[in-house]
Each structure stands twice: as C-alpha cells, then as structure tokens.
C-alpha cells in the first residue's frame, strides 16, 4: 500500500498560521494525505511558541520540525521535551530539550520515522556533522519509511545530503530558505527529494517579511524586530507517494496553493 506525505514549507507569522488552519485539513482529504510534516520555526516570524505549535497541530500536522530558530522562545524548551511530535534539529548538543527523531504511527498502523537536520554552512557552527548524525540515527530506526527535513542555508549541503541518503531514506526535502525549488523529484536510488519546500505565509514578501525592511536591511538601516508582511498568503510545499513495503519513493511532486 502507497502512502501519501505532505511536507509543508516554513510557516512564516501570524498570518501563515491561520492560512494553515484555513486549508490544510481541506488540502489533506484533497490529495488523500496519510502523514503531514510541517515546518513551523518562523511561526511566530522568528521562532515558535508552545501555543502556536498547538495550533499547528490542530491544523492537521503530524509532526513538526524545527531549524535555526528553535531556542528563540524560551518558553518552548519544556514543550520540546513533553511533546515527542515536535522536532528540533538532531544535531544540536545531546543535553539540548528534546529530541531530533522519532518513530511515529499513522491512523493506518504504518509506521513513520521523521528526521530533522540542521545544516552547518553559515547556519549554527556549533553543531554536528549532519552527514554522520544522519548515519548513526538510521543505525537505530526501525521503519522503513523515512522523512528527513534538511534545514539548510546552502542548497549544495541539501542537495549533497539528498544523495549521501539516497536509497537509505523514503524523502529528503530542504526547509530554511523559503524560496521554492523546481527539482521535485525520485533520486536513482529511490529517494523522493526537493531542494526547498519553500514557505507558509505572505505571498509579497521577502522570504515572510515586508519587503521594504528587506530591502533597509541591505541597504544598512539599523537593526530592529522583523515585521511580517501583510496581504494574501500562499502555502507551499511537497507530495511524496511512497511504497508503504520498501520505503521507496514514487513520485515527488511540488505544491503551490494561492
């Protein structure tokens, strides 16, 4: 039996949450989805509190991952350790609040490993190796379906890590970046895989954030808090139809909803 995964880009603010809590539910009986992943670190624009991982899992997420951002809310670090379908990178520090993997079941029985990365270029430097975090987390899984969200600055890095797990994973898509990437597809081995999912939330903006703060920013203007941009939104993300008895990828298909 196949199963369909719905990958879902960054959600980006206040108003990328409710366009969430809008349409995903209705996209998951749409495209008959088995299993929701959703990257939620930007939800509250820079990083999550435990109310809005709430209201993601309320939307209809299975789980969700985490990246950069992830010790910006204090408050969060408790939540990571008592709620086991929020994910944060794997290779933070080991005595980091809660874990970077884990083994769930669908309503189906099938069972569903989820793993999440950080990636090192210009990112966090003082984090592990995600290649050889990646290799001794697959030494301890038992499912053979796996997702991994790659968060990552460099596309070279997510694309590097696309094909160090070909055939040893079901998917492996980039989050971080925001921008979607044209390279849905299934790697030689078997391996489902997008650049980047790109993100949840305003449509004019850069990457979330009203462009004219965008543009100050580069510009030289003073530092100060990002604010999110206005306006409607959009939902990105990917498809995934695996084989539910190897673990192998069918199809890849980007999603863009406006």
């Known amino acids: 039996m196949d199963l369909r995964v719905l990958a879902v880009g960054d959600v980006c603010g206040v108003s990328g949450l409710q366009f969430l809590k809008e349409r995903l539910k209705a996209l998951k009986t749409e495209r008959s989805i088995d299993f929701c992943v959703v990257n939620g670190e ?21 789980v969700i991952t985490l990246g950069n951002h992830t010790w910006i809310r204090y408050e969060l670090q408790p939540y990571l ?33 989820v793993v999440n990365l950080m990636g090192k ?5 003082n984090t592990d190796n995600p290649f050889l975090v990646a290799d001794d987390i697959l030494d ?12 990552a600055e460099g596309t070279s890095e997510k694309r590097a890590m696309g ?18 990437t044209s390279d849905a597809e299934v790697l030689p081995d078997g391996t489902g895989y997008i650049t980047d999912l790109g993100m949840t939330g305003p449509a004019r903006s850069v990457l979330g954030i009203e462009p004219e703060q965008s543009i100050g920013r580069f510009l030289g203007d003073p530092p100060r808090r ?5 306006g409607a939104c959009k939902l990105e993300g990917a498809i ?6 190897t673990g192998q990828c069918r199809s890849a298909e980007a999603l863009r909803i406006r």
């Open 226 to 230: 990002y604010d999110a941009a206005s």
């Open 121 to 125: 270029f210009t990112l966090d430097p």
């Open 42 to 62: 930007n939800a509250n624009v820079v990083g999550i509190t435990p109310r809005q991982a709430d209201d993601i899992f309320a939307a209809g997420a299975d």
């Open 163 to 180: 094909f160090y797990l070909d055939g040893r994973v079901s998917a492996v898509w980039g989050t971080h970046t925001h921008v979607q």
């Open 140 to 151: 301890q899984l038992q499912a053979k379906i796996i997702l991994v969200d790659h968060h």
């Open 81 to 113: 350790d008592s709620h086991k379908r929020i994910l944060r990178p794997a290779n933070f520090a080991p005595q980091c609040p809660g874990r970077g993997w884990g083994e769930f079941t669908t309503r189906s029985g099938v069972s569903v490993a």
């Open 240 to 245: 995934f139809v695996i084989d539910g008895e």
